[in-house]
């Protein structure tokens, strides 16, 4: 009888500690847990803007398409943010955002002699509904994420003095607008627990992002040359960061 009792209460022992880990470790990507992260965001637009067509001239329509002239937005590095609500233990509501980030426009076709046209900072923050694979208590859990972004610019700026001279005579200015516009947010990702609240991550994300752009000019003598295009950022953003579990 005192063997038998000498077993068993080393076997109680181990039975408690297992389920006070499992317990701990429920609560590491369950439901109603939360989820802070943050880390390096890389974002790398894809695409490239239409010919600039000059719309009009004081005031007077002239619809005239600047054949081989375009631009593209330029990559670019930040500090992003993500928040995640767990709804159930597989599905979360997230939030992404990055600090504020500065975009070269450089110049294409006939414009690319300039190099950096212009710079702005866009302010692109979204929304999104993640479906986590496997169960809470796994470590290394994918997930996929479907959602919807908000972007607009500020600081839109034409900094290439050249550019603004050949476009609008020695003496003269421009200055421009961007669009703001909403857009459907496409995610994948993964995220491993190396401790009871601490995991790593990393996700690659598109968004089909367009704006339209207008360049107004003015000339020394006051004329003003109203110019349009069409820009599709379209950027792959890829994050990779440290986040911690409440």
């Not at 992260?37 to 398409?65: D, I, K, R």
């Not at 504020?100 to 426009?105: A, E, F, I, Q, R």
């Not at 491993?192 to 990393?202: D, E, L, R």
Request: hydrophobic letters at 40%; a positive charge.
């Amino acid at each position: 009888m005192r063997n038998y009792r000498k077993n068993v209460r080393p076997a109680v022992m181990a039975g408690l500690i297992c389920s006070a880990a499992l317990a701990g470790n429920a609560n590491a990507q369950s439901a109603g847990s939360f989820t802070l992260a943050t880390g390096w965001l890389y974002v790398a637009p894809q695409g490239h803007a239409t010919p600039l067509t000059v719309e009009s001239v004081g005031g007077m329509p002239v619809n005239q398409q600047l054949t081989g002239t375009g631009a593209h937005a330029s990559s670019t590095n930040t500090l992003g943010i993500t928040t995640e609500y767990y709804v159930t233990d597989n599905i979360g509501i997230a939030t992404l955002f990055g600090l504020p980030l500065t975009v070269n426009l450089d110049g294409d076709g006939t414009l690319s002699k300039y190099g950096t046209l212009g710079t702005t900072r866009p302010m692109p923050p979204a929304i999104e509904v993640r479906y986590h694979l496997f169960d809470a208590q796994t470590k290394f859990r994918p997930y996929v994420g479907l959602g919807v972004n908000y972007t607009w610019f500020t600081q839109v700026r034409a900094t290439n003095h050249q550019f603004i001279t050949d476009s609008v005579g020695p003496g003269g200015s421009i200055h421009a607008t961007l669009s703001a516009s909403w857009n459907p947010v496409f995610e994948v990702g993964a995220s491993y627990m190396f401790a009871k609240h601490w995991s790593v991550g990393a996700s690659v994300g598109y968004m089909p992002l367009k704006t339209h752009m207008t360049i107004y000019g003015q000339t020394a003598t006051g004329t003003q040359i109203v110019s349009k295009s069409t820009l599709r950022i379209e950027p792959i953003n890829v994050f990779v960061n440290v986040a911690y579990t409440f």
